[in-house]
């Protein structure tokens, strides 16, 4: 079971970037995928998380309202769109699976079984 992260860059504040996460080894469907992010010096945050189903979504508060994640089952990928970056948005965002179909609240990186190898997001002021 393999996640790659990617799309991350530099964008100033108030832009936009699309992450993907990507799997290999099996269906990204059958699972519930959440985002994690981690700035320098902080802990590992969960930032969003949908259902195998997609029926169910979360947000933490911090991105709520400008982020959006989905699921593309033809290209086994999800997606996280964050719109209006912000400065303190800045970090290694990480997707993972938490080997079930639905997202454990909150989310605690230890609840996700596996990792993609993250992808850097700046958002200069």
């Known amino acids: 079971v393999q996640l790659q992260a990617s799309g991350g860059g530099l964008v100033q504040a108030g832009g936009s970037l699309r992450l993907s996460c990507a799997a290999s080894?099996?269906?990204?469907?059958?699972?519930?995928i959440g985002w994690f992010r981690q700035a320098p010096g902080k802990e590992r945050e969960g930032v969003s998380c949908i259902s195998s189903s997609g029926g169910s979504t979360y947000y933490s508060d911090s991105v709520k309202g400008r982020f959006t994640i989905s699921r593309d089952k033809s290209k086994n990928t999800v997606y996280l769109q964050m719109n209006s970056l912000k400065p303190e948005d800045t970090a290694v965002y990480y997707c993972?699976?938490?080997?079930?179909?639905?997202?454990?609240?909150?989310?605690?990186?230890?609840?996700?079984?596996?990792w993609g190898q993250g992808t850097q997001v700046t958002v200069s002021s």
């Open positions: 080894g099996f269906t990204l469907v059958d699972y519930a």
């Open positions: 993972a699976a938490p080997g079930i179909q639905i997202c454990y609240l909150p989310m605690f990186p230890a609840d996700f079984r596996s």
